[in-house]
């Protein structure tokens, strides 16, 4: 049996609180499997107790950026803790949008290399924010094993693609593939062997989404997409897909 797999949606956001019952059957119905980031001690808790529910949601749990200041020896004991239960650490990494008094980038780089550490050493997946710190997150990650790390959302330039490629990170492609030029280009020239493909919900997409917020339910239409991009069928790029989330999975 095929499955697709969503590589990172925040379903323990407080949007989809009242719709999980129905996101749930829908992921069942689907055959969708969706890795479930965190941001922080609070969802992360959060994102473990769903997934003891829903054997569908592949937890990931960590320190956001945007949360950095958050506590981070607990954190570090919930993942030891719980660290046969959990699939990947995440969402992680660096951000200068987020640098604020009390959240400074030599925290969050503190914070980053605390959490990757412990991937390290627990051999973990990870999923990584690198909005407008693609090249910090790559020095960084040159002390770090990169064979099952994501930069989600993949957001860089054809050269910085390529020294994603280079360095073996998987990277991944979300809703506004459908109606994104510039997107589809990166899509063109990603290893086929590294590309995921992700909701990022309940981050809200114009166009054909008309502002909805991300669902699992629209990943058909991203591997849809990518498909007709890559000259692909919609069943080999649903096989190469499931390849690759597999391998980042370390599954």
Not at 10 to 15: F, G, K, Q, W
Not at 34 to 62: H, Q, Y
Not at 164 to 178: C, K, N
Not at 197 to 222: A, H, L, N
Request: net charge negative; with cysteine; hydrophobic share 35%.
């Amino acid at each position: 049996m095929t499955w697709y797999y969503d590589s990172h949606i925040h379903l323990s956001d407080d949007a989809y609180a009242s719709d999980m019952d129905s996101i749930s059957r829908q992921m069942q119905y689907l055959k969708i499997k969706a890795c479930c980031v965190s941001t922080n001690n609070e969802n992360s808790i959060r994102t473990l107790e769903m997934s003891r529910k829903n054997d569908l949601i592949l937890p990931f749990i960590g320190i956001h950026p945007e949360f950095s200041n958050d506590d981070l020896e607990t954190m570090t004991d919930l993942i030891e803790e719980n660290r046969h239960e959990i699939s990947g650490i995440g969402e992680i990494g660096l951000d200068p949008t987020y640098e604020v008094e009390g959240s400074d980038l030599a925290r969050q780089k503190h914070v980053f290399e605390t959490m990757l550490d412990l991937a390290e050493r627990l051999d973990m997946p990870v999923s990584i924010h690198s909005r407008k710190s693609l090249d910090d997150v790559f020095q960084t990650m040159t002390s770090y094993d990169t064979k099952h790390a994501l930069l989600h959302w993949f957001d860089g330039s054809k050269k910085q693609l390529q020294k994603a490629m280079d360095m073996g990170f998987f990277v991944s492609y979300g809703p506004v593939l459908v109606y994104a030029n510039d997107k589809q280009t990166l899509l063109s020239k990603t290893d086929d062997s590294r590309i995921l493909v992700e909701t990022d919900g309940p981050v809200r997409f114009s166009r054909c989404f008309e502002m909805k917020s991300g669902q699992v339910i629209f990943i058909p239409s991203v591997i849809f997409c990518a498909s007709k991009i890559l000259n692909k069928s919609f069943d080999e790029m649903t096989l190469l897909l499931e390849s690759n989330s597999k391998s980042f999975l370390g599954i």
